[in-house]
Each structure stands twice: as structure tokens, then as C-alpha cells.
């Protein structure tokens, strides 16, 4: 697998630190036109509609049908029906994939990284990689409190103890807050992942958060996944090629023997396979 970034065609010809000089400049002046636009968020029955619509356009005749959009042309439907604005992709940094995938329609995107302080220091060196190397924004979403505070509040080591609690605090309740202030969020969500995962549509209108979701990868295999990578020079995270299929916190996600469910490193131990943020 390669680890290599990806570089769009700006900065072309230019040395690294030139490309990274002209990315960051467009980085701001998106910033700046996006400020003056000051895009205020439709209501709820706009985006409820503008979901139904979505999945009466890309969906096909169904869930897995040979007639569903692709991906670039799920991310391009939304780049025209919403523009960038107001739009987020989450990612957990396990790859670049969908970041790049959207990118190529909605250049400098907020790319949401849920920042829980458990991270493997490997996917922190992917974030960092992605913020200076790709056409995104990186945005890091915070808990309330650091790992040192809950420590004090709940006791060391809550996700030995409660995962569940553990995640909500941390990622599912930090996530909710912020998407509260978009119209729509782009997930690397997989059919074949797990079985809770089968009936992902490409588009939908998610209710928990009060916004659209996009699932432009839903159909994709593993395989469609790393070869898109290996095309595109997207950056993956090294612990990929290091036995974790499934990447999340560092003292929940333990290495995967060959022809284990790639999930199976996620919570071993628990009856735990979601950290909530698609239930």
C-alpha cells in the first residue's frame, strides 16, 4: 500500500515549500470568500427535501443496483444542489481517500478529524499530512474534556470500563455539536464492513444530526478503496500495513489476524462494533 500524499495540480513545477506556500494561500482566500458569502443553513425541510431528491437521482432502483451514481458523480450532485460552504467530510485518518474523493468537486472542504487524545501517533502524522498536502481544511473537533479531566471525573481508563461512554463523550456528542453548523456530511461508510452497514444509501437525511448525509463510498469494496489510493497517491495511514484494517483509538483497536474481520481489532473484548456516530 502506499503511504505517499497526493498533490493536486496546484503548485504544479513548483518546490515543495512553494506548493505548499500557493495551497495554503488558496486555502485562505477560500476562507475569505466563504466569510463574505456568509451562507446562513436552510431549514430542515429544505435539506429533508433536497435529501429526497438526492435519493430519488443517485440512488438508482435500489440499494446496490447497477444504476447507482458513482462517487464522483454523488460528490458532483452535492457540489451543485449545495456547494462547499456548508459541507464536511469525517474522517478518521485511517486513509485519505474520501478527502480526496471530495475534493475533486468541493475544493478546500472542512474535513472533520475527531480529535479524542487516544490516537495511535501514526494517524495524528496522517492528519498533519493531509492539512498540509491535500485541497482541504482540516478541522480538529475537540471534547469537552481533555483525557486528563475525564480521568478526574469518571476514573482512569473509562474505555476499559465503558467504551460506550467512553466514545459518546469523546467522538459522538463532539461530532453532533459541530455538525450542527453544516447542511451536509461525507462518510467513508462501506457496505461490506460489517453487517450493520449492508443497507447504506448513498444519501439520506440523518436524523440524529439534523443534516444529509453522503455515503459516496458505500458500494466500494477494501480493494476498490486501495486501488483508487494507488492511483491517486492517497495517503494511508502506515499502521494499514501493519495488521490494522480498522483504525480508531489506540487502547481499543488491536492488530487483525489474516482472514479476521477487518472490524474485529475494533473493542475486542466488548459487544461492541459501532462507536455511535452511524447508529
Not at 102 to 126: K, Q
Not at 169 to 184: C, F, S
Request: glycine fraction near 8%; charged fraction near 25%; hydrophobic fraction near 40%.
Amino acid at each position: 500500500m502506499s503511504s505517499q500524499s497526493t498533490l493536486s495540480p496546484l503548485g504544479e513545477g513548483l518546490s515543495p515549500r512553494e506548493r505548499f506556500l500557493a495551497r495554503q494561500a488558496a486555502r485562505e482566500a477560500h476562507a475569505d470568500a466563504r466569510a463574505e458569502r456568509g451562507r446562513v443553513k436552510r431549514s430542515e425541510s429544505e435539506l429533508r427535501e433536497i435529501a429526497a431528491r438526492g435519493a430519488r437521482e443517485l440512488g438508482g432502483s435500489g440499494i446496490g443496483a447497477d444504476d447507482e451514481a458513482t462517487a464522483d458523480e454523488v460528490v458532483a450532485w452535492v457540489a451543485r444542489e449545495l456547494g462547499v460552504d456548508l459541507a464536511a467530510v469525517a474522517c478518521s485518518m485511517a486513509d485519505a481517500v474520501l478527502p480526496h474523493v471530495v475534493a475533486r468537486s468541493l475544493p478546500f472542504v472542512d474535513v472533520l478529524f475527531l480529535d479524542t487524545g487516544y490516537h495511535f501517533p501514526e494517524t495524528v502524522g496522517t492528519r498533519d499530512a493531509v492539512a498540509t498536502t491535500m485541497d482541504v481544511t482540516v478541522v480538529d473537533v475537540l471534547p469537552e474534556l481533555t483525557v486528563a479531566q475525564q480521568d478526574e471525573k469518571h476514573g482512569k481508563d473509562l474505555w476499559a470500563r465503558d467504551p460506550g461512554a467512553c466514545c459518546a463523550m469523546r467522538k459522538v456528542t463532539p461530532l453532533h455539536q459541530t455538525l450542527a453548523g453544516y447542511e451536509v456530511w461525507f462518510t467513508g461508510v462501506r457496505r461490506e464492513e460489517a453487517p450493520t452497514r449492508t443497507s447504506t444509501p448513498l444519501i439520506d437525511f440523518d436524523e440524529k444530526n439534523g443534516l444529509i448525509k453522503v455515503n459516496p463510498l458505500a458500494a466500494w469494496t477494501y480493494d476498490d478503496l486501495f486501488g483508487y489510493a494507488a492511483r491517486h497517491g492517497v495517503l494511508l495511514n502506515p499502521l494499514l500495513d501493519d495488521g490494522y484494517p480498522s483504525i480508531g483509538c489506540a487502547p481499543c483497536t488491536r492488530r487483525v489476524a489474516p482472514g479476521e474481520d477487518p472490524r474485529s481489532g475494533r473493542w475486542a473484548g466488548f459487544d461492541k462494533t459501532e462507536c455511535g456516530l452511524h447508529a
